[in-house]
């Protein structure tokens, strides 16, 4: 065993709340240049058990701590993670193959985001209604309406905000009471566990948060079907998030699954501003964002002088490692670029034309445009994760909303106009969960509600709507 895989097996070791030790171990290796990194426990059902049960204990006890100790616990952890700012961002760059600013950026908003959630989380407050209000009621009842944890909170997180999207979950359910088993996701690990092991850092009581690591096709179901479990937040893929919601009865569930993001882009649109949201937004982290723009529906009017632009600066993307923070570097594994290179081959085979990119090497896609996409083409419907970017070209703004609706998806999309009032028209008529106006879809800035309808999700994410889902109302009617 090399130096390395000694010391994170210590870090790994020290982060196991529970006393059972997983024998087998998966090793992981960075996206780019196969550097291996570390390892992570293959945890058997037994010790996923052991996990459960322990934080179910423990649950009872930190929801008795006072919410403003709560509070003081995430704000320790943000300190720690700004402490360790270096070696998680590193860690996220080789283990997801982020750029290495990017990567800085995810831990400092990280670090916000757990501090605006035990600010909220020391204001939620209750609530009182009189019985008189009600037909047939009377003044003599009171109701007190209060808020409660739900118990143990699983947590899944996807490989590609390996630290932000664990914490968003994290956070809300420990300053609600809750406990947490987390369960990153496999490439993305390290990440993960450097990031519990900041929390462990604090006062944080023994046992109250669970890493549990494995593979999801071997633990997930068991950890899903799990009895201790109250409920699930998950983001990941979109037949992830389905098999999980079959699976897991009557508890509640917030699920952030996928996107096929649309820019609508109508004749009067600013064209500059336009190729640049585009640009950023299809392709940065190389497209593997659930928000990233993933189609573009533009007039047919307009469509010549917005691919030139859009062209232009995709060429000007740099191309390399997460070291050398290239804007577009490799897909987080093989099976990814194969499954971006056979929308590629199947669009340009059904007559779409190459206007940039389609080049390979190994896991790492070109940046590609391509122009002329039609309905047929797999490329029109499906959520690539990856840099490619297909221009549809439509007649005018209500065949745009038709086929923005006719996606599974419903996760953001932008309109770019100068028609401010014809935006409100349209956006209205948009089935997804937010309506960016003139600029490139995005989750944030974290406090604003986040939303997926229709096969992108179910439920709501943000700061506040979090710390709502991680509790249930309690009445207390006094009669008197
Ligand atoms: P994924 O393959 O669905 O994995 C997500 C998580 O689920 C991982 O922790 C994975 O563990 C786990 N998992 C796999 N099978 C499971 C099972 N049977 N039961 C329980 N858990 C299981 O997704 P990904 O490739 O990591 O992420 C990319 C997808 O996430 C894209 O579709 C993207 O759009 C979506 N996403 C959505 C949002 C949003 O906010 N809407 C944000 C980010 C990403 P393993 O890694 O061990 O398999």
Same mark, same amino acid.
């Given at each position: 065993?090399?130096?390395?895989?000694?010391?994170?097996?210590?870090?790994?070791?020290?982060?196991?709340?529970?006393?059972?030790?997983?024998? /087998?171990?998966?090793?992981?290796?960075?996206?780019?240049?196969?550097?291996?990194?570390?390892?992570?426990?293959?945890?058997?059902?037994?010790?996923?058990?052991?996990?459960?049960?322990?934080?179910?204990?423990?649950?009872?006890?930190?929801?008795?701590? &006072?919410?403003?100790? %709560?509070?003081?616990?995430?704000?320790?952890?943000?300190?720690?993670?700004?402490?360790?700012?270096?070696?998680?961002?590193?860690?996220?760059?080789?283990?997801?193959?982020?750029?290495?600013?990017?990567?800085?950026?995810?831990?400092?908003?990280?670090?916000?985001?757990? %501090?605006?959630?035990?600010?909220?989380?020391?204001?939620?407050?209750?609530?009182?209604?009189?019985?008189?209000?009600?037909?047939?009621?009377?003044?003599?009842?009171?109701?007190?309406?209060?808020?409660?944890?739900?118990?143990?909170?699983?947590?899944?997180?996807?490989?590609?905000?390996?630290?932000?999207?664990?914490?968003?979950?994290?956070?809300?359910?420990?300053?609600?009471?809750?406990?947490?088993?987390?369960?990153?996701?496999?490439?993305?690990?390290?990440?993960?566990?450097?990031?519990?092991?900041?929390?462990?850092?604090?006062?944080?009581?023994?046992?109250?948060?669970?890493?549990?690591?494995?593979?999801?096709?071997?633990?997930?179901?068991?950890?899903?079907?799990?009895?201790?479990?109250?409920?699930?937040?998950?983001?990941?893929?979109?037949?992830?998030?389905?098999?999980?919601?079959?699976?897991?009865?009557?508890?509640?569930?917030?699920?952030?699954?996928?996107?096929?993001?649309?820019?609508?882009?109508?004749?009067?649109?600013?064209?500059?501003?336009?190729?640049?949201?585009?640009?950023?937004?299809?392709?940065?982290?190389?497209?593997?964002?659930?928000?990233?723009?993933?189609?573009?529906?533009?007039?047919?009017?307009?469509?010549?002088?917005?691919?030139?632009?859009?062209?232009?600066?995709?060429?000007?993307?740099?191309?390399?490692?997460?070291?050398?923070?290239?804007?577009?570097?490799?897909?987080?594994?093989?099976?990814?670029?194969? *499954?971006?290179?056979?929308?590629?081959?199947?669009?340009?085979?059904?007559?779409?034309?190459?206007?940039?990119?389609?080049?390979?090497?190994?896991?790492?896609?070109?940046?590609?445009?391509?122009?002329?996409?039609?309905?047929?083409?797999?490329?029109?419907?499906?959520?690539?994760?990856?840099?490619?970017?297909?221009?549809? %070209?439509?007649?005018?703004?209500?065949?745009?909303? &038709?086929?923005?609706?006719?996606?599974?998806?419903?996760?953001?999309?932008?309109?770019?106009?100068?028609?401010?009032?014809?935006?409100?028209?349209?956006?209205?008529?948009?089935?997804?969960?937010?309506?960016?106006?003139?600029?490139?879809?995005?989750?944030?800035?974290?406090? *604003?509600?986040?939303?997926?309808?229709? /096969?992108?999700?179910?439920?709501?994410?943000?700061? %506040?709507?979090?710390?709502?889902?991680?509790?249930?109302?309690?009445?207390?009617?006094?009669?008197?």
């Amino acid at each position: 065993m090399n130096e390395q895989e000694n010391t994170t097996e210590k870090k790994v070791s020290s982060l196991q709340s529970t006393t059972v030790l997983a024998k /087998n171990k998966k090793e992981i290796y960075s996206v780019t240049g196969n550097e291996l990194l570390g390892s992570i426990p293959l945890m058997t059902k037994k010790e996923v058990e052991a996990a459960m049960n322990e934080a179910s204990l423990q649950q009872k006890t930190w929801a008795k701590v &006072e919410v403003y100790k %709560r509070a003081q616990v995430l704000h320790a952890w943000a300190d720690e993670l700004l402490k360790n700012k270096e070696e998680l961002a590193v860690t996220i760059s080789k283990e997801v193959g982020k750029g290495i600013s990017s990567a800085q950026k995810e831990v400092d908003r990280t670090a916000d985001l757990i %501090r605006y959630t035990a600010e909220e989380g020391v204001r939620l407050h209750g609530d009182m209604m009189k019985g008189d209000a009600f037909p047939g009621g009377t003044t003599d009842k009171i109701a007190m309406i209060g808020r409660e944890p739900l118990g143990v909170v699983l947590a899944i997180s996807p490989f590609n905000y390996p630290v932000n999207l664990a914490a968003s979950k994290v956070a809300p359910a420990l300053i609600t009471g809750n406990a947490v088993v987390f369960k990153p996701a496999t490439q993305g690990s390290l990440s993960g566990l450097l990031m519990i092991k900041a929390l462990l850092n604090t006062n944080l009581p023994k046992g109250v948060v669970q890493a549990v690591t494995g593979k999801g096709s071997e633990i997930g179901d068991f950890l899903v079907t799990h009895p201790k479990v109250n409920m699930i937040s998950f983001t990941g893929g979109t037949a992830t998030g389905q098999a999980i919601a079959e699976k897991a009865k009557m508890i509640p569930l917030v699920l952030e699954l996928g996107g096929k993001d649309p820019a609508i882009v109508l004749e009067d649109a600013d064209l500059d501003l336009t190729a640049k949201n585009i640009v950023g937004g299809a392709f940065s982290y190389s497209g593997q964002r659930c928000t990233a723009i993933k189609r573009v529906l533009v007039q047919e009017e307009v469509a010549d002088a917005l691919t030139l632009k859009i062209k232009e600066q995709i060429e000007a993307l740099s191309i390399g490692t997460p070291e050398e923070d290239a804007d577009i570097t490799a897909l987080i594994d093989e099976q990814s670029a194969d *499954f971006v290179q056979s929308l590629i081959d199947d669009a340009l085979s059904k007559g779409a034309s190459l206007v940039t990119g389609n080049k390979r090497e190994e896991n790492l896609i070109y940046p590609t445009l391509l122009d002329h996409v039609t309905a047929d083409m797999d490329l029109a419907w499906e959520e690539p994760f990856g840099p490619v970017l297909p221009i549809i %070209r439509v007649k005018n703004e209500t065949e745009a909303v &038709e086929l923005a609706n006719a996606s599974e998806y419903g996760l953001q999309a932008s309109i770019f106009t100068k028609n401010v009032e014809k935006a409100m028209k349209l956006g209205a008529e948009l089935e997804v969960g937010s309506v960016q106006l003139n600029a490139k879809t995005e989750r944030g800035p974290d406090h *604003f509600p986040f939303i997926g309808v229709k /096969n992108s999700g179910l439920g709501v994410q943000g700061v %506040r709507r979090s710390i709502e889902s991680m509790t249930r109302d309690k009445v207390f009617v006094l009669n008197f």
